[in-house]
Structure formats: structure tokens, C-alpha cells
């Protein structure tokens, strides 16, 4: 016999749900000391600043990274309430406020003594799940008392995300017109990480094709490709093909299909900077140079398939744990 829903219930009595996410300035004022954060310690350049401030400034001076995480945050709450299995749900960043050290102690001082942590990305390289365990770790030696904390590494080959993007694609494709929008070509995107992972035999390139291919199927979706965007400016190859790689090869091709084309950021879950200025904006100038008709899917933020998809993720990981 399957858990009932009273036994779920028991199982979440006690434990506290934390979404973590990488976290981004709320004031140009905080953008030197948020890149001293990313960088462990070491201080930026000036030009370094000034060209991030700028970056901010063109999407209205602040991400909206941590009030979108926080919207997520109270619906998944709402949504496992609803099912009567209530919890709180937070909100900790790793380089930014509310930072997850602090939000590990007020999960202690609000008295809950089981963590659920929740990544928000679909993904998992090794370096990035490496950073918010250690942000984990060190969150659990400040805090008040020892904690029993749970990370969900991965979950991006879970039915009801890929519903959740493909609803997405859906409604996106709908910017075309009739006559175009069974030619479109889809171009799924997801964070450039150093070329060097591939010797360690991270799984996330792996991952990210999976996910691709989960999504491509589920629309029925033929014309597909994959690229990665939002490569660092650092010393060193970075996965490829780059998004303005990817673009430049479909503004040469003689098919003039392949000139309407569709960017869905499937590797991301909300509206920050790497959507709404490298895509909305970068990507955009560059597709527009070479004759490219190009738009993109929303952001997953808030939907209601893609939270119960969250609450699935989190009844399911309260099985296990």
C-alpha cells in the first residue's frame, strides 16, 4: 500500500523546506562587495564594477531574482498546505543576503530541527552543488544547535518540470506567426561552466541533453539545439557552443526557417540578469545584426505547474529522508 497522505503529513512535521539560489545585488551600492562574494574575497576591478553596474542598470537597476524566489517560496508553501501537509518554506542565498547561514540559524531559532534543501536549478554541476553544500556546512557550525539537513542535489528529469517548460514553449511559440510557427527553431540554454569539467566527468552536459531532449519530445518539438550562455570573462575555454556561436551558424544557413527562432532558458527557473540582460537584451541586439527573428520563452517563476512540481520534489525527497 502506498504512503497516505496522513503519513506524508507526519513526515513533514518538524522539517523546514529551504530554496537556495545564487543570489544577486538588490542596490547598485551592494555590486562591489556581491563580486568580492562570487570571487572569494579578491576585489574587483573598477571596469569590472562599472561594467556589471551597467549590466544592472539596463534591466532597471536590481535583479529580481530574490522577490521571484521568495513568490516560489510562498506558493510552494501555500501548495503543500493546501494538500495538508504543512511546513514553512525560506529562502537562503549563497552569495548575497538573505544569506543561508542565516537563514539555517532562524530555521533553528523557529524551531525546526529537519532541513530540506532545495537548489533552484534543475542542474547539478559539481562545483556549484559543492559550493551550497559547503554553505550548508558552514550555516550548520554558526548555528544554535545541530541541524539534520538534507540536499536535493538534482531534479531535472522529473514529468511534471518538463510539463511546466513545455507549457512555456506552448504559449512562446504563439509570438510566431501561423504560417512560421511549425518552423521555428528551438534553442534551449543553460549556464556555461569551464570547458575543464568535462576531464572530471561532471554529469552536467549530460544532465542538460537529457533535459533538453525530455522537453523537445513532450512538445513534439523536431528543430532543436543546444547552447550555453553567460560565460565568465575569465582565462580558459568554456563550454560550447556559446549562444552567440549557436546564432551566428543559424544566421548563415541557407534555410531561411531556421531565421525564426525560439530561446528557452531551461536551465534557469526565474528572471534574473543572466535572462533578462544576456538573452532579452545581448542576445537580442546580436540576433537582430544578423537578420534573426528571435524571442524567448517566460521565465518558470511562479506557475502553478512548475511549484507542484517543487511540492512533488519535496514529498517525494521527505520520502526518501
Known amino acids: 500500500m502506498g504512503r497516505t497522505l496522513v503519513d506524508e503529513a507526519g513526515r513533514l512535521a518538524g522539517l523546514a523546506v529551504l530554496l537556495m539560489a545564487h543570489g544577486a545585488p538588490t542596490a547598485e551600492e551592494d555590486i562591489e562587495a556581491y563580486l568580492r562574494n562570487i570571487r572569494a574575497g579578491r576585489q574587483p576591478s573598477p571596469g569590472e564594477v562599472q561594467e556589471l553596474r551597467e549590466r544592472y542598470q539596463k534591466i532597471g537597476g536590481r535583479s529580481p531574482l530574490l522577490d521571484i524566489t521568495r513568490s516560489q517560496a510562498s506558493a510552494l508553501e501555500k501548495n503543500l498546505s493546501g494538500a495538508g501537509l504543512g511546513t514553512r ?13 542565516d537563514l539555517i540559524s532562524q530555521i533553528y531559532r523557529d524551531g525546526f530541527r529537519r532541513v530540506l534543501a532545495l537548489v533552484m536549478t534543475p ?17 550548520r557550525e554558526v548555528s544554535q544547535g545541530d541541524l539534520e539537513i538534507h540536499l536535493i542535489e538534482s531534479w531535472y528529469d522529473h514529468s511534471l518540470l518538463h510539463t511546466a517548460v513545455a507549457e512555456k514553449i506552448s504559449r512562446a511559440l504563439k509570438q510566431f506567426p501561423g504560417s512560421a510557427r511549425e518552423k521555428v527553431e528551438v534553442v534551449f540554454t543553460a ?12 554529469p552536467y552536459p549530460e544532465q542538460f541533453h537529457a533535459f533538453c531532449r525530455a522537453v523537445a519530445d513532450l512538445s513534439r518539438i523536431d528543430r532543436w539545439s543546444l547552447a550555453y550562455q553567460s560565460a565568465g570573462r575569465t582565462d580558459g575555454k568554456w563550454l560550447r557552443p556559446s549562444i552567440q556561436e549557436l546564432l ?8 531561411t526557417l531556421r531565421r525564426n527562432v525560439l530561446i528557452v532558458p531551461i536551465g534557469f527557473v526565474a528572471d534574473h540578469l543572466e535572462v533578462l540582460y544576456d538573452l532579452d537584451i545581448e542576445a537580442q541586439a546580436f540576433s537582430t545584426a544578423r537578420g534573426l527573428t ?5 521565465s518558470l517563476n511562479a506557475s502553478r505547474t ?16
Open 123 to 139: 542542474l547539478s554541476p559539481r562545483p556549484s552543488i559543492m559550493g551550497y553544500r559547503q554553505a550548508l556546512c558552514d550555516a
Open 306 to 321: 512548475f511549484i507542484s512540481a517543487l511540492a512533488d520534489i519535496v514529498v517525494d525527497n521527505c520520502q526518501r529522508n
Open 89 to 101: 518554506v525560506y529562502v537562503g542565498m549563497k552569495y548575497w543576503h538573505p544569506y543561508v547561514r
Open 248 to 255: 551566428e551558424e543559424l544566421s548563415r544557413d541557407p534555410d
Open 191 to 202: 549556464h556555461s561552466l569551464p570547458q575543464r569539467i568535462l576531464e572530471l566527468n561532471d
Open 294 to 298: 528571435l524571442k524567448r520563452t517566460e
